[in-house]
């Protein structure tokens, strides 16, 4: 409890194992770490879950130098959502020449509560710096298990996208070395408030736990119990001047250090690491999050509640882009437009930016690609192609939670998008060991062009003008929205 809200501490005992000793195989995994709204009752979640996964060849050795996968899983900096995903598929799939790696990192009130009364007792943005703390072990002890450490390549999906973006930009854009390239999922911008701006979401914190009017409020915080603070304190609340909580209440934090300024800001500005990328996005990437919103107040309210630096002068510029749509099965009638909406302003354009701004900035390869692979369950629900409805072909079915779809119809894509996926680790390019069926995927530098991944269809496409039209809006209210 000493440690909550600090760093973690550079301990490095794997360091002292004899050489000679016989491997030690893991049989189960670690507990995650304590999501927000989850309670105590979860006997898989613990506030001592900061645990990594390693999946190697059988005969590797500190001689292989094999390039190495660290996955960062998402949850909207909220949960760990994706934890414990088999690497055994990708490691056997590659023909035993890499090495997988993922791990869980404090997410919620545990690695995210920000105030200026925080750093002055302990650390920001903490769920970020854990996953530092992963990188600079796999740095310090990768060999160990085959893998190279100068041949490191993050993966992150969702929050965990967003994470490698602040990875990218963290520190002013300084490369420590930790990390050769960059395969995201589906980058996920919120809002990014400003440390000194977060004193309402701490004093609520001490309210709701009893240390309002306690002289050493960090004291009283690291005093109270793990259920005090899960069960009443880590939850989603409203942002000020909003009446319905946000999903996305505990967020990384611009601290002027590690995170100078909103990622937005720091891409156009040219202060990130120029490395190889390949981005991804599904195609309704807002689907499941966005409001089933009947009216188009119900529609601007919600993106609000996300986003609360917008304001009413925005509204109709809103409507004007995303005006009444088709309706769509199972919702009503404005949940098209606010599902695009959101999909759009949280995912897709943040991906479009990031890529744009290496365009400009950068002469490092740079691959995108739009998942576009239906599920008959998710078309009958009215919700598309679905944030990260791409995991289950990147990974393999049976390696995590998998629709059957992936078992029988939507088989064949699972090894077109995972070895592009292989590829790049492997070779920092996704085309030098793609799959026999997988056709070239060109660079986005030629002409803005991304992968369009179809079952039996897999094509480049160019953005169309009206979702360039509609990025170039959100871009321009980026400072508002501070993601």
Known sequence: MKRRCCALLPRYNIGNADPRAAPLISVFFGPRCLGTDHGTYNPAESEDCLFVNVWAPTNATASSKLPVWVYIQGGGYTANSNPDYNGSTVVEQSGRNLVFVNFNYRVGLWGFLADKRVSQDGDLNVGLLDQIHLLKWVKRHISKFGGDPNRVIIHGVSAGAGSAALHLTANGGRDDGLFAGVMTQSVFFPTHPRVEDLGYQFNKT??????????????????????????????????????????????????????????????????????????????DEGSVFSANAATPDEFVSFIRDNFPGLTDSDTPAMIKRYPLMEKLPQHNTWFPSTSKAYGEA????????????????????????????????????????????????????????????????????????????????????????????????????????RLVVELNKTRMETVGAGQKERCEFWKGLSGKMRH
């Open 206 to 283: 001490l309210e709701l736990v009893g240390c309002e009017f306690e002289d050493d409020a960090m004291s009283c915080l690291r005093g109270k119990s793990r259920k005090e603070l899960q069960d009443v304190a880590n939850r989603a609340f409203s942002f000020p001047g909003r009446t319905r909580a946000s999903r996305w209440y505990w967020t990384p934090c611009v601290d002027g250090d590690l995170i100078r300024d909103v990622p937005s800001a720091m891409f156009k500005s040219g202060n990130f690491i120029k490395v190889p990328l390949m981005l991804g996005t599904v195609t």
């Open 346 to 449: 949280t995912f897709i354009c943040p991906t479009n930016l990031i890529l744009d701004s290496f365009t400009k900035s950068s002469y490092a390869s740079i691959w995108s690609y739009r998942y576009n692979v239906w599920d008959l369950s998710n078309t009958w629900r009215g919700v598309g192609v679905t944030h990260t409805f791409d995991s289950a072909a990147i990974l393999g079915p049976g390696s995590l939670p998998t629709p059957e779809s992936y078992y029988g119809y939507n088989a064949p894509i699972v090894p077109l998008l995972m070895n592009y996926y292989i590829s790049f680790v492997r070779a920092l390019d996704p085309n030098v060991y793609r799959h026999s069926s997988a056709p070239k995927w060109y660079s986005w530098w030629r002409d803005g062009e």
